[in-house]
C-alpha cells in the first residue's frame, strides 16, 4: 500500500501563504486533499490526476489554493494564497490507483495520510 505523509502546515495570519507537501511512498493515479475543523463536515479542497494535469477545487478555495505534484519525486502539493480563518482545519493529504468520481467523494480514496494542522488567525 502507498503510505503518505503531511508537511507544511502551521499557523499563519489572515491573507498569508502557506505551502502543504505530501510525500508518496508510490505512485497513484488520484491524489486529492482534504480538510476537516473541529464541528464539521470533512471537505474536499483539491484533486489532481497524476501525470495528466486535470484538477478539480472546491468552490470556497476555488482561485486561492493550487494543486499540484512532482511526478518524478511522487509528492502533491497544496498552495495556499489569500487564507482567511475558515481555511483552519487539519488538512490531508489522499491518493488512490484508480480516478475517484466524484472527486470529493472522502471514501473513494484508499489511502490518507495522518494530516497537517492549518491555524488562520
Known amino acids: 500500500d502507498v503510505q503518505l505523509v503531511e508537511s507544511g502546515g502551521g499557523s499563519v495570519p489572515v491573507g498569508g501563504s502557506l505551502k502543504l507537501s505530501c510525500s508518496a511512498s508510490?505512485?497513484?493515479?488520484?491524489m486529492a486533499w482534504f480538510r476537516q475543523a473541529p464541528g464539521k463536515e470533512r471537505e474536499g479542497v483539491a484533486s489532481?490526476?497524476?501525470?495528466?494535469?486535470?484538477?478539480f477545487y472546491g468552490p470556497s478555495v476555488k482561485g486561492r489554493f493550487t494543486i499540484s505534484e512532482d511526478n518524478a519525486k511522487n509528492i502533491l502539493y497544496l498552495q495556499m494564497n489569500d487564507l482567511k480563518p475558515e481555511d483552519t482545519a487539519k488538512y490531508y493529504c489522499?491518493?488512490?490507483?484508480?480516478?475517484?468520481?466524484?472527486?470529493?467523494?472522502?471514501?473513494?480514496?484508499?489511502?490518507r495520510g495522518q494530516g497537517t494542522q492549518v491555524t488562520v488567525s
Open positions: 489522499v491518493a488512490d490507483a484508480k480516478a475517484v468520481v466524484p472527486w470529493d467523494w472522502f471514501g473513494g480514496y484508499s489511502t
Open positions: 508510490g505512485r497513484s493515479v488520484t
Open positions: 489532481i490526476l497524476i501525470g495528466g494535469g486535470t484538477t
